[in-house]
């Protein structure tokens, strides 16, 4: 029986979702491409793809990341982009600004720092600093804690 030809797909939106979730994982526990990928048995560059959403990520390869990163599989896929047809391109904009930030160095070494952080007064103030700094006023802030609370 001759098998149907069907057109690889290319990746996507979600598999690049994907792969800055995996970098940002392999970021945080301080892990290299080339300890990832030596786990895996394949080259850093296609680490390098998978990171970049240039390459695919089977359900196979991505359960053997998920277990060498000790994270759940379902970690991947939060906040992973809608079909463009289901989902107005805008929504989920600023969750890709947040990924796209914890990805790069500054984010990762300001959540580390952070997480460090044990008393939650302090980091609430933190957190009211920041909003400050970045022109957000408190009237903005509570009325986004009420929407969060709310929903």
């Known amino acids: 029986m001759i098998s149907p030809s069907f057109p690889k797909r290319r990746a996507g939106a979600v598999d690049a979702h994907v792969g800055s ?3 940002l994982r392999r970021l945080t ?3 290299s491409q080339m ?3 030596e786990a895996l048995g394949i080259t850093f560059q ?3 793809k998978y990171e970049n959403g240039t390459n695919r990520i089977s359900a196979s390869r991505l359960q053997d990341i998920a277990r060498i990163l000790a994270v759940p599989v379902s970690l991947f896929f939060e906040g992973a982009p ?3 047809d289901v989902n107005d391109r805008t929504e989920g904009k ?3 600004d947040v990924i796209d930030f914890l990805s790069t160095s500054e984010g990762v070494e300001l959540n580390r720092a952070f997480s460090r ?3 939650p007064n302090l980091r609430r103030c933190l957190i009211g600093l920041v909003q400050a700094v970045a022109g957000k006023d408190d009237e903005q802030v ?3 804690e009420r929407a969060s609370v709310s929903a």
Do not use: G, S
């Open 94 to 96: 600023e969750e890709e």
């Open 117 to 119: 952080i044990e008393n």
């Open 35 to 37: 300890a990832l990928a």
């Open 142 to 144: 509570e009325q986004e």
């Open 46 to 48: 296609q680490v390098q």
């Open 21 to 23: 979730l995996v970098r």
């Open 29 to 31: 526990i301080n892990m």
């Open 82 to 84: 809608d079909p463009p």
